[in-house]
C-alpha cells in the first residue's frame, strides 16, 4: 500500500533550523505534486509549501524567505529545510502526493515545536 514517511520533526529553539523528509513507497512519484502542511493544535490543516513535478515551488506567505522545499527524485524523497523558525511555526507537519487526476495520499505527520 502506499506510504508516506514524515522524519526529522523535533524540538528547537526560536531561530533555529530543522529539515524534514518524506519518502515515498508505492506511488508513481515522479508525476507527484508534492506538498507539506501543517497543522497547529485547534486550527486547521494549512499549506506550507508546495513542489510541482517540474520544479516549480509554492509558498505560503508566512514562510517565505524561511523554509525551502525540494525534491530528489531518484530517492522518492521531498525537503522542507526550515530557518528562522518562530513559535508559530509549531505544529504537526505533513506531506502530500497529489496525482495529476486529484488523488492524494497523505503521510502520518511529525512534530516540529519551536520553544525556548
Known amino acids: 500500500q502506499v506510504q508516506l514517511v514524515e522524519s526529522g520533526g523535533g524540538l528547537v529553539q526560536p531561530g533555529g533550523s530543522l529539515r524534514l523528509s518524506c519518502t515515498a513507497s508505492?506511488?508513481?512519484?515522479?508525476?507527484?505534486?508534492m506538498g507539506w502542511y501543517r497543522q497547529a493544535p485547534g486550527k486547521q490543516r494549512e499549506l506550507v509549501a508546495t513542489?510541482?513535478?517540474?520544479?516549480?515551488?509554492n509558498y505560503a506567505d508566512s514562510v517565505k524567505g524561511r523554509f525551502t522545499i525540494s525534491r530528489e527524485n531518484a530517492k522518492n524523497t521531498v525537503y522542507l529545510e526550515m530557518r528562522s523558525l518562530k513559535p508559530e511555526d509549531t505544529a504537526v507537519y505533513y506531506c502530500?502526493?497529489?496525482?495529476?487526476?486529484?488523488?492524494?495520499?497523505w503521510g502520518q505527520g511529525t512534530q516540529v515545536t519551536v520553544s525556548s
Open positions: 513542489i510541482a513535478s517540474g520544479g516549480t515551488q
Open positions: 502530500r502526493c497529489t496525482y495529476p487526476s486529484g488523488v492524494t495520499f
Open positions: 508505492r506511488v508513481i512519484f515522479t508525476i507527484c505534486t
